[in-house]
């Protein structure tokens, strides 16, 4: 089929060659080509093999796929999905002592590495693992202060001006270093931390050993 | 044939829901989200061709969904947002993952350049017992997972979940052309993997060359 295309101006018909078949095959079966568009395609595809073998072959992918149950879920998916929403959605107070406990956690494996820390605390720490704590709590939700460097558990006093929530992760992703003030206070409240955590701050904040 | 978009639940209808989980009837945010948790998954499942991954970013997805809900907005459409959060954190995880090196070939092909089908092979009939075949649906699972991710992203909104040209664009931030134009090339890239097609041997001798491509 060698036919060049032509709009449709009056009685005169359009004529389409296989490549406009082929640059308006998936439009057709959208539905989205004008009637003369879609009769010239039609009177095509019935004189073409070639072409009318790809109209059957996208026709087949369409259908084939057309069933998103195609993508069986895992087992247990329901299960697992409700239940991590169930302490943010349902307000557990769980869900609070969950996280502190997940921070306590954090906070002692971070203490044992300040120890190590304050061995060496005039070496400089590279910002990525001032960012440990975080990553241990990737998907908690943070504050960045608009056009600030450090992260903040939400509410922090030492926070000013306006901010975005992000989670832990991508704020770390992102550059960001974790407010060791609010940090230090989350931990101190988990009852996980010595009191020589406070000396963390002078070594640049630093929550987790190399 | 001409397809129509599967209709969403009443706009109205999530809309007053969101109002109430906003008042403080939290609850109701699993009455929400019930249509769409396939959905999310089915699609962080095609961005990062990993089971558990896909789980992983559902599950976030649906907690981040709702820690923003105040930031939703009712003129949208709630699914349309909720799968742009889906994208989004699927997106960050495969960078995370660093995935996007194992991009296949078709990546560097040109968008708007022509598009040469690999061969005519005829396959004009479904055998109605196919997608009841595991390894049918799982060919067909391996072949969507060999285009490009840009490819993969436009035809799972929009031929498996059944959105709107226009809706997978917002979705996907880029305009309808663009959905129009990958739309198009998946079909036919995915016409030519799956050829000759269930006429032939395909399910028992052919195999789909992941990463590869054929129809250069």
């Known amino acids: 089929m060698g036919n060049e295309f032509a709009d449709s101006k009056g009685d005169k018909p359009v004529v389409v060659a296989c490549e406009h078949v082929l640059r308006e095959i998936s439009n057709y079966f959208e539905g989205d080509v004008d009637p003369a568009l879609r009769q010239a395609l039609e009177e095509h595809l019935a004189q073409c093999p070639r072409c009318q073998s790809i109209h059957d072959g996208m026709r087949n992918v369409i259908a084939l796929y057309s069933d998103e149950a195609m993508f069986p879920l895992p087992d247990g998916f329901y299960p697992r999905l409700h239940g991590r929403l169930a302490d943010q959605v349902e307000g557990r107070r769980l869900s609070r002592r969950a996280w502190l406990v997940s921070v306590g956690v954090s906070g002692a494996l971070a203490a044992s590495a300040v120890c190590a820390a304050v061995l060496d605390r005039l070496v400089p720490r590279p910002l990525s693992e001032m960012s440990q704590p975080a990553r241990r709590l990737p998907q908690r939700l943070v504050a960045i202060v608009d056009g600030g460097k450090i992260f903040h558990v939400p509410g922090c006093p030492f926070m000013h001006g306006t901010y975005h929530m992000v989670t832990a992760q991508e704020a770390v992703l992102e550059g960001y270093t974790p407010c060791t003030r609010c940090m230090r206070d989350a931990l101190r409240s988990a009852g996980k931390v010595k009191p020589d955590f406070e000396g963390e701050e002078s070594a640049g904040g630093a929550t987790d050993g190399k | ?216």
Do not use: C
Request: no cysteine; hydrophobic share 40%; charged share 30%.
């Open chain 2, 1 to 216: 044939m001409t397809l129509a978009p599967r209709s969403d639940p009443g706009h109205e209808h999530e809309a007053a829901l969101i109002v109430r989980i906003q008042s403080g009837e939290r609850e109701l945010f699993y009455e929400l989200i019930r249509p769409y948790e396939r959905r999310v998954f089915v699609i962080a499942f095609t961005i990062l061709r990993n089971e558990a991954d896909a789980e992983d970013v559902a599950q976030d997805a649906f907690l981040k969904a709702f820690k923003y809900l105040a930031q939703f907005r009712s003129e949208s459409r709630f699914s349309t947002w909720l799968i742009q959060v889906a994208i989004n954190e699927a997106r960050q995880r495969q960078r995370k993952s660093h995935l996007e090196i194992m991009r296949p070939i078709t990546d560097q092909e040109n968008e708007d350049g022509t598009y040469t089908p690999r061969d005519f092979t005829d396959w004009r009939e479904i055998p109605s017992e196919a997608l009841e075949r595991k390894e049918i649906r799982e060919k067909l699972v391996a072949a969507l997972g060999s285009l490009a991710q840009k490819y993969r992203e436009v035809f799972v909104l929009r031929d498996v979940e059944h959105m709107s040209i226009e809706d997978t664009a917002q979705a996907l931030g880029i305009s309808a052309g663009a959905v129009k134009t990958r739309l198009l090339r998946a079909r036919l890239m995915l016409r030519d993997l799956l050829s000759p097609g269930l006429d032939g041997n395909w399910a028992t001798n052919s195999q789909i060359p992941k990463g590869t491509n054929p129809w250069s």
